[in-house]
């Protein structure tokens, strides 16, 4: 049962900053946001991530990939070459990526160019880590705790995966709603019977 999720930020791009002094290149971007919403997710819900929601998963070992492709490593947190902080505004990753002509000319160059702007990771939620609630004709998602943080990714397109994880939680809450409303329901139910039969007992 795959359990990974992804998503897309398009509103906070990552950019490439310049070497400088002998300094390499690096990438830097935001791969989530607090407090944020996001647009509307699969047609059905839209999601927000709280602040602490990494706090667990910081010591991960992670990758920096390009467009989520293990065949385009460009950091990792275990070598020290993508370095991940957490700050008021989110997620923040710095990468240093390696010196080839591949990587400059698939990756560097359209950063450079503004042609990739994009940025994305892959996570998996704890158990229990998200809530639901029902806004209006759609349902709000807030993770307050992942299980994993997998990549951080400069992306080219801003897409989202079929993210059956997510419509699996989704659709439990929606039963446990439904569970309540039907207990509501029937409590209301019983308690107006009772009402009634003291009424009829009254006029008796």
């Given at each position: 049962?795959?359990?990974?999720?992804?998503?897309?930020?398009?509103?906070?791009?990552?950019?490439?900053?310049?070497?400088?002094?002998?300094?390499?290149?690096?990438?830097?971007?935001?791969?989530?946001?607090?407090?944020?919403?996001?647009?509307?997710?699969?047609?059905?819900?839209?999601?927000?991530?709280?602040?602490?929601a990494f706090d667990d998963v910081m010591s991960d070992?992670?990758?920096?990939?390009?467009?989520?492709?293990?065949?385009?490593?460009?950091?990792?947190?275990?070598?020290?070459?993508?370095?991940?902080?957490?700050?008021?505004?989110?997620?923040?990753?710095?990468?240093?990526?390696?010196?080839?002509?591949?990587?400059?000319?698939?990756?560097?160059?359209?950063?450079?160019?503004?042609?990739?702007?994009?940025?994305?990771?892959?996570?998996?939620?704890?158990?229990?880590?998200?809530?639901?609630?029902?806004?209006?004709?759609?349902?709000?998602?807030?993770?307050?705790?992942?299980?994993?943080?997998?990549?951080?990714?400069?992306?080219?397109?801003?897409?989202?995966?079929?993210?059956?994880?997510?419509?699996?939680?989704?659709?439990?809450?929606?039963?446990?709603e439904e569970g309540r409303h039907l207990l509501?329901?029937?409590?209301?139910?019983?308690?107006?019977?009772?009402?009634?039969?003291?009424?009829?007992?009254?006029?008796?």
């Amino acid at each position: 049962m795959n359990d990974i999720e992804k998503r897309t930020l398009v509103d906070q791009p990552c950019e490439l900053r310049a070497a400088r002094d002998e300094a390499p290149a690096t990438i830097v971007g935001y791969g989530a946001v607090f407090n944020t919403r996001s647009s509307l997710l699969f047609g059905s819900f839209y999601e927000e991530i709280a602040p602490g929601a990494f706090d667990d998963v910081m010591s991960d070992d992670v990758r920096a990939l390009f467009n989520h492709d293990p065949n385009f490593v460009l950091g990792r947190t275990r070598s020290g070459t993508l370095q991940l902080s957490i700050d008021s505004r989110g997620l923040a990753y710095t990468i240093t990526p390696p010196d080839t002509q591949t990587v400059r000319d698939m990756v560097l160059a359209p950063l450079l160019r503004g042609d990739v702007s994009g940025s994305s990771f892959r996570f998996r939620v704890a158990d229990d880590g998200d809530e639901w609630r029902q806004e209006g004709e759609f349902a709000v998602r807030t993770i307050h705790k992942f299980s994993s943080l997998i990549d951080v990714s400069p992306v080219t397109y801003p897409a989202y995966d079929d993210s059956h994880a997510a419509q699996r939680s989704l659709d439990a809450w929606k039963q446990v709603e439904e569970g309540r409303h039907l207990l509501t329901k029937a409590v209301q139910e019983r308690r107006s019977r009772e009402r009634l039969l003291e009424i009829i007992n009254l006029n008796l």
